[in-house]
């Protein structure tokens, strides 16, 4: 039942409509959200990298205050950065709910819509999780909102790619993208691990313990850190008296070292997709454009995060890290949708080959060829 | 009469020295043994109250010592000895203030059940962030001059510590205790646990920064004096 919908569908898009989905604002509009959300991960990161997510104690007001008539003068310390987070988050809240309305209204696709409204929910969401993290006083709650955040960019960034223009033209018939099938498979296999990557990452930040491993390339001047209840007990001992830092856990550093071999997993995906891509679709200035980004944004997140801890988490650093991990899952995300989408057109699949007008399964299936 | 009275008298001061025979204390003394490693100067430019407060600057006092060596702020405490014994929870409350944007005092003790008072005396905002693990965590926010909430912890824990996260640099540390027998050193290092049974006891002495030492003791009738606490810092 759901398909024939989608099938009518296809068929009045494809006929009457064309690049008439295209409308700019609105596009323009989920870039800008987007990009608010990225200034919203940033303030959030900045939040946890400061540890000032508890300076306001009450939820959804501060220090018992509406929460948008506190006073700027009451702004002080750790309370400016974790109102500024709360402001910043209606803004996106509010944003979110105008590009849902916007895409009800405007956008035709059915699947569009329905993203607009997750992406609500998802934002509503968001803001409940952060409050009760604060409410609640559960770090776990914390690394759960922080993963959501990224889901949430990425969803925004993708309705971003769905309303340009370059999406609403796209022809897989005039511009063939060559051997999706294994693209796609390096390329979302790639961005799995980068979202793995974000989860360890988000649970390290969050356990508030400072650096488990404070060096960098070896660890504990070793390949693999001491895990063993003996140095475990002298390097808390060295944290503890000397270093300000709250004991650590075998755990912990198990995590930070898997974080580390990830990193080049991830390293060693995203180039390999990106020369395989320029190799056979050299000539597509998206998909070319798209992952030589890609390969720049791994590389920088790389040196962020060796510098993250040469720097003893200097907050500004790991903030950085938490931002530029971001644009990197949005950048192999993107990627990966065009190859998802191109593979689900090619094997005739149209609720995916929708996410793209004229692709060949539409034009075979509607009879449109030529 | 006259003579009445005087009996009187000599049978409650035969009395009350009794009891003060009865019990014993002890008294003894934290040594910090060589130089205290420097302190940290605290940048309070975050909230202009407390900078303002502290016109002349401000730093760390994790190593308060005094001539000899005696170190202030260790928690010395009886650990072991007084299993199966109760006592009463004592009437008065603990105050732990926030002056100045820091806490005072930085190291206290309580009771199981004893009241604490938590009061802002500052023009600014604070958050009273307890870090409790045995006894729930709680963050009250106090924004205004004059505020006090109350807290009553419901297990033993030592230490249990308090943060404000508008101004990462305030910390209290609080040792809970299901009896009465523990003193805050002083600044001459010095501290003296009045009124315990006789019997034999561990000592506990916690410093933040120099962990913990322990030792034995046996307390009689009258003032039992322990050995020093000697806290060691790396060389
Ligand atoms: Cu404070």
Redesign the interface.
Known sequence: MARYKVFVFAEVSNSEMGSAEYHPWLNRFAVFTAGVTLVLIGVGGVVTS?????????WPTT??YNMFLFPFS?M?????Y?HSHRLVASTVGLLTAVLAGWIAWKDRRPWMRKLGWIAFLAVVLQGVLGGLR?VW?KDEIGIVHACLAQGFFVLVGAIGLFTTRWWSRFSLRKHPIAGCHALRRLALGTTILIFIQLILGASMRHQHTGLSINDFPLAYGRLIPPMDAVSLARIN?ER???MDLPATTAFQIALQFVHRIAAFLILAGVVWSARRICKTNGLNPVLRGLSVIWVGLVAAQIVLGASTIWTNKAADIATAHVVVGSLTLLAGSLLSIILVCCVASREGNPAWALGIQNSEAEIQKMGMAG | MKKTGIWIATGALLVTSGMAFAQGSISGKAILQGAAPAEKAIKMD?????AKTHATGVTTKHYIVGPGGGLANVFVYVKDGLAGKTFPVPKEAKLLDQQNCLYVPYVMGIQVGQLLQIQNDDS??H?V?CMAKNNP?????Q?VKGMKSEKVFTKPEVMVQFKC????WMFAYVGVLDHPFYAVTKEDGSFTITGLPPGEYTLEAWHH???TLTQKIKVEAGEAKAPDFIFK??T
């Open positions: 400061k540890g000032v997510g508890l300076a306001v104690p009450d220090y018992g009451k002080v310390g750790g309370v400016f974790e604060v006083l001992l503890i008296q000397w | 975050a909230d202009p109250y407390c600014t905002l958050n962030h965590e709680f963050n009250l926010g924004p996260d508008v101004h990462p920064k120099g962990g810092p790396k």
